[in-house]
């Protein structure tokens, strides 16, 4: 008998718990599910639309509210969403670091071409918009312009230059052979800006992107997370090296 | 008549385990100079045999017959030149 009237009370305060948490969830749950079904209709990854359609459509003012919960619920969403996001097929080897990217490139178009800065300043953006998204909706100005303002800093010349010389992956030949080469290039381009025998420039990114492409094939099977890193800095050396002021400046340094 | 067997087996087998690490070395430096060959441009399926001339000196026999001196020269240049 104690054990049955036992058993009975145990249910009955499993079933008050049920009944309570089932309670309580509701406006949440609401307040996601009213916000999935909108974040659907641009992009099909879930979790990951929630942050990037508040941006664009934070404009009209009547959206702030349904635009706060999903937004304040987004710092745990962004981690899991960019597993589930497979809209980079082509690249294997960075999609670890790409996958967060995906979200940001659908969420700022504009920006979309600087989206080689690795997955270094993504933490940083994505730290940054929910408390740009945090004061309504006159904060998506400002999430529009720290997007791009964050992303150039990934560029660590010196750690990857560092990084090439300690890496196994290639060999001293090899090493010695591409440095022969990197140095022909600079070469190249002091002719350039020195305005000497100028090749055009479109040759030099030309010999810039083959060299790039010699370093990637040597690195891709030894040193992968390097590969990605040089892979994901492309675009930044590229501007180091096209610019006259910022090329001076490394030539100094 | 059994336990000599397995001895021999195991010694071979330990020696077949040693056997790779001993290669290691010289299947890296081959691809070493492989890779070296190839970015010059010039073609080496795979590296056969490697000659040691002197310090960074070396003459590589490719497995399509193409041969090659590779050495850096006094200006530290890494140079390939077709035999």
């Known amino acids: 008998m104690p054990r049955t009237v036992g058993v009975g009370l145990l249910f009955?305060?499993?079933?008050?718990?049920?009944?309570?948490?089932?309670?309580?969830?509701?406006?949440?749950?609401?307040?996601?599910?009213?916000?999935?079904?909108?974040?659907?209709?641009?992009?099909?990854?879930?979790?990951?639309?929630?942050?990037?359609?508040?941006?664009?459509?934070?404009?009209?003012?009547?959206?702030?509210?349904?635009?706060?919960?999903?937004?304040?619920?987004?710092?745990p969403a962004p981690s899991p969403a960019p597993s589930g996001s497979t809209a980079k097929p082509a690249q294997p080897k960075t999609a670890g670091s790409a996958k967060p990217k995906t979200p940001r490139i659908t969420g700022a178009p504009a920006a979309g071409s600087p989206a080689g800065g690795s997955s270094k300043p993504l933490p940083a953006e994505q730290r940054a918009a929910p408390a740009a998204a945090e004061p309504a909706t006159p904060a998506t100005a400002q999430t529009a312009t720290t997007q791009p303002a964050a992303k150039p800093p990934a560029l660590d010349l010196a750690g990857l230059e560092?990084?090439?010389?300690?890496?196994?992956?290639?060999?001293?030949?090899?090493?010695?052979?591409?440095?022969?080469?990197?140095?022909?290039?600079?070469?190249?381009?002091?002719?350039?800006?020195?305005?000497?025998?100028?090749?055009?420039?479109?040759?030099?990114?030309?010999?810039?992107?083959?060299?790039?492409?010699?370093?990637?094939?040597?690195?891709?099977?030894?040193?992968?997370?390097?590969?990605?890193?040089?892979?994901?800095?492309?675009e930044a050396i590229w501007g180091l090296l096209a610019d006259r002021d910022k090329f001076q400046k490394i030539q100094v340094s | 008549?059994?336990?000599?067997?397995?001895?021999?087996?195991?010694?071979?087998?330990?020696?077949?385990?040693?056997?790779?690490?001993?290669?290691?070395?010289?299947?890296?430096?081959?691809?070493?100079?492989?890779?070296?060959?190839?970015?010059?441009?010039?073609?080496?399926?795979?590296?056969?045999?490697?000659?040691?001339?002197?310090?960074?000196d070396y003459t590589a026999s490719c497995k399509d017959g193409n041969r090659y001196h590779v050495f850096v020269n006094p200006k530290g240049r890494v140079v390939v030149q077709k035999l």
């Open chain 1, 12 to 75: 009955l305060v499993a079933l008050a718990a049920c009944t309570h948490f089932k309670q309580s969830p509701p406006p949440a749950a609401e307040a996601t599910a009213r916000s999935a079904p909108d974040a659907r209709a641009s992009s099909e990854t879930p979790p990951a639309p929630p942050p990037v359609e508040s941006p664009p459509t934070g404009s009209p003012a009547a959206d702030s509210p349904a635009a706060g919960p999903p937004s304040a619920e987004s710092p």
């Open chain 1, 162 to 234: 560092q990084r090439l010389k300690d890496t196994h992956a290639i060999g001293l030949f090899t090493k010695l052979s591409l440095k022969n080469q990197v140095d022909d290039l600079l070469g190249a381009f002091r002719a350039f800006h020195g305005g000497q025998t100028q090749p055009p420039l479109a040759e030099l990114r030309q010999r810039y992107d083959l060299l790039l492409l010699k370093v990637l094939t040597l690195l891709q099977d030894g040193d992968p997370p390097l590969a990605s890193a040089i892979s994901a800095s492309r």
């Open chain 2, 1 to 56: 008549m059994r336990c000599p067997i397995y001895v021999l087996v195991f010694t071979a087998a330990a020696l077949l385990a040693e056997g790779p690490s001993f290669g290691a070395d010289d299947t890296s430096f081959s691809n070493d100079l492989k890779a070296t060959i190839a970015l010059q441009g010039m073609p080496c399926d795979q590296i056969i045999e490697a000659k040691r001339n002197g310090d960074s």
